[in-house]
């Protein structure tokens, strides 16, 4: 963060006597790939912003900018919660995948969990990996669920229609949050 951002944060913080305790704080939510689903809780424990963001590199960039992108997305998100909606990410919980079908994928992944986890160490922010069988048995009562039958469940649950499995994960994880289950 650069400087003149840093002053004004404090500026802004002092400025509008907000109080940095634990009740006005948000929880971040994410499905790590190439197609991250996320998902924002605030200090009511309320979702207030979900959706998914396009890692992957196009056929001009090299294979690190996936990473970079992914980066920018939580720096963006980081920055917009603590402007506009004065509740810090207090929390981040992501689905930890500990088998992949391929060599790649665990890779991605891998980097990915990386940058989160350097992420949530340079702004002191706690974080912790979720089950992805944990995560399917609290949403559908199914630990070996398919990608449908979790968004089903989100949907009912969320009265709304998510049309990617991983925004919907992402959800499914923030309802264990919530619930103070995870």
Known sequence: M????????RVFIYINGTNWTHDTMSILTLDLGQNTGWCISNKKKEIVLHG???????????????????RRFLEGKYTHMKMTERDPIKEVYFEEVRRHLGTTAAHIYGGFSGVLTSFCEEWKIPYRGIGVM???????????ANKESVMAAVNKR??????SDDEADAIGLMFM????VA
């Not at 944990?134 to 070996?144: A, F, N, P, R």
């Not at 969320?158 to 049309?163: E, P, Q």
């Open 134 to 144: 944990v995560m399917k048995k609290y949403v559908s009562e199914d630990g070996h």
């Open 177 to 180: 949050a919530i619930d103070g």
């Open 52 to 70: 998914w963001i396009l890692c992957k590199p196009s056929r001009f960039e090299g294979g690190g900018m996936q990473f970079l992108k992914f």
């Open 158 to 163: 969320l009265g709304t229609i998510i049309t």
């Open 2 to 9: 650069c400087l003149f951002c840093a002053v004004f944060l």
